[in-house]
């Protein structure tokens, strides 16, 4: 897919706030999505995952919603923290062909 | 419960070098990944292994790069000779029969 380069989508919000994070997905075949956070300096970390045979999953603080008709994801962060600053990746599966691929990731900004 | 453990960290090579990164895998997990990350984007998948088969190395620059997982559990990626535009981020990641990814703190590959 194109790539944003490092001109990353950014998201700025207050401390507080809820956040949301969208994704648009290539492959109607994907059957598994995951969301990563990644903090400068540190490999993608696992947040949430959602199966496509779903709409909806809710974690501690974070909800994801997938539109599988728009082929459309999204990471809800309630009560944003600083420590909620990093860029957050979507990932889709074909797990038939263990395929994944990674979105190009949008950086959220907190303030305090 | 260790993670993925990539060494070295840092990794400073003038171009046309040779260089090599280790990857040690969450124990019991048989798929392991290698992917490069360039600045602002997602990851990008090299080689996927399954125990020691390479499965997937479509995209690996074989001119170059090369991979072993010998003993299905460590593996070591490495890069003959490096250009200037091998300079990224190289992530190890490892799932257990192709679930979630759990990613490795990175190798941070600069090539002068």
């Known amino acids: 897919g194109e790539s944003v380069g490092l001109h990353l989508p950014t998201l700025s919000v207050q401390e507080g706030d809820n956040s949301i994070i969208n994704c648009a997905y290539s492959n109607s075949a994907s059957d598994y999505f995951i969301w990563y956070k990644q903090e400068s300096g540190k490999g993608p970390q696992f947040i949430i995952d959602?199966?496509?045979?779903?709409d909806k999953r809710q974690g501690q603080r974070v909800t994801v919603l997938l539109n599988k008709t728009v082929k459309h994801l999204s990471l809800q962060i309630a009560a944003t923290q600083p420590g909620d600053s990093a860029v957050y990746f979507c990932?889709?599966?074909?797990?038939?062909?263990?395929?994944?691929?990674f979105g190009a990731g949008t950086r959220l900004f907190v303030k305090a | 419960e260790a993670g993925v453990v990539q060494s070295p960290r840092y990794k400073i090579i003038e171009k046309k070098q040779p260089v090599a990164f280790w990857c040690n895998p969450i124990?019991?997990?048989?798929?392991l990944y290698w992917y490069l990350q360039n600045l602002g984007q997602g990851p990008e998948l090299l080689i996927r292994?399954?125990?020691?088969?390479?499965?997937?190395d479509s995209q690996l620059p074989k001119d170059r790069f090369s991979a072993e997982r010998l003993k299905g559990v460590d593996s070591t990626l490495k890069i003959q000779p490096a250009e200037l535009g091998d300079s990224a981020v190289y992530l190890c990641a490892s799932s257990s029969n192709g679930g979630t990814q759990y990613f490795g703190p990175g190798t941070r590959l600069l090539v002068l």
């Open positions: 959602i199966r496509s045979n779903m």
């Open positions: 124990s019991g997990h048989n798929t």
């Open positions: 292994y399954e125990n020691e088969e390479a499965v997937d």
């Open positions: 990932a889709e599966i074909y797990t038939g062909g263990f395929k994944t691929i």
